[in-house]
C-alpha cells in the first residue's frame, strides 16, 4: 500500500474568519498528525488487509466526531453562538474521509474490511 497524503481543502481555510489564524493552523497540525499515524500504520502492518483494517478504525474515528460537529451546529445556532468552527471541522473530518476512500485502492479494501466486519458482526449477533 503506497502512503497516504492528506491535506485541509484551501476552500475551508478561505472560510474561516480572517482575524483567526489558530483554526488553520490547528486544522493543519492536526492532519498532519493523522497523515503520520496513518502511514506509520501501513508501515508497521504485515499486509495490506491489516493496515486496511487500522485505517478503517480511524475513518469510523473520523466519522463519529463528524457526527459530533454536526449535531453541535443546530444547538450552537440555538443558544445565538456561531457554528463557523463546529462547521469547519465537520466539513474537514468528512473531507479526510473522502481523501482515504479516494488514495490509490484503499477504498476498495476500506469497503472490502467494512463489508467482513458487518458479517462478522451479523454473526455474532445470531448466534445470541
Not at 456561531?82 to 479526510?96: F, G, H, K, M, Q
Amino acid at each position: 500500500m503506497n502512503e497516504i497524503s492528506l491535506g485541509v481543502p484551501e476552500p475551508l481555510l478561505e472560510r474561516l474568519p480572517e482575524d483567526d489564524t489558530t483554526a488553520a493552523t490547528d486544522m493543519q497540525e492536526a492532519v498532519g498528525g493523522w497523515e503520520r499515524q496513518l502511514n506509520r500504520v501501513i508501515e508497521e502492518s504485515e499486509d495490506e488487509r491489516e493496515a486496511a483494517g487500522r485505517i478503517l478504525e480511524a475513518v469510523e474515528r473520523f466519522e463519529d466526531r463528524y457526527q459530533t460537529y454536526d449535531e453541535l451546529v443546530p444547538e450552537l445556532r440555538a443558544w445565538g453562538q456561531s457554528p463557523i468552527y463546529a462547521i469547519a471541522w465537520r466539513t474537514l473530518y468528512a473531507d479526510v474521509v473522502a481523501q482515504l476512500y479516494e488514495h490509490d485502492d484503499l477504498g476498495e479494501h476500506l469497503e472490502r474490511e467494512r463489508n467482513a466486519q458487518l458479517v462478522e458482526d451479523g454473526i455474532r449477533l445470531q448466534d445470541l
